[in-house]
């Protein structure tokens, strides 16, 4: 089993700028992908990045060029440069992780969420 611990979410202005950290512990050689998820009220779970064990990445379109994730294998950690920050990022983000269970089995395993919250 994998647990993640999300941080560093809050109010900020819209323009501004905040790093969103993700903290793994448990199974941690297992994890494939890691990825950011964002769930506005009323809205469905979005994708907003992914970042694979190489560190290769993907964005949707509305956050490409603003946001950057990163890793560090190293300390199990996962990262979310958010920059030019807009009322409509204002989301609960989720950390998520593939891990292998088995062969080619996977499974996902989700954080707890951390509420970013953009003012205009």
């Known amino acids: 089993h994998v647990q993640l611990v999300e941080s560093g979410g809050g109010l900020v202005q819209a323009g501004g700028s905040l790093r969103l950290s993700c903290a793994a512990s448990?199974?941690?050689?297992?994890?494939?992908?890691m990825g950011w998820y964002r769930q506005a009220p009323g809205k469905q779970r979005e994708l907003v990045a992914t970042i694979s064990n190489g560190g290769s990445t993907n964005y949707a379109d509305s956050v490409k060029g603003r946001f950057t994730a990163s890793r560090d294998n190293n300390k199990n950690a996962v990262y979310l440069q958010m920059n030019s920050l807009k009322p409509e990022d204002t989301a609960v983000y989720y950390c998520?992780?593939?891990?292998?269970?088995?062969?080619?089995?996977?499974?996902?395993?989700w954080g707890q969420g951390t509420q970013v919250t953009v003012s205009s």
């Open positions: 998520k992780a593939v891990v292998q269970v088995w062969a080619s089995i996977m499974s996902d395993y």
């Open positions: 448990g199974s941690t050689t297992s994890i494939n992908t």
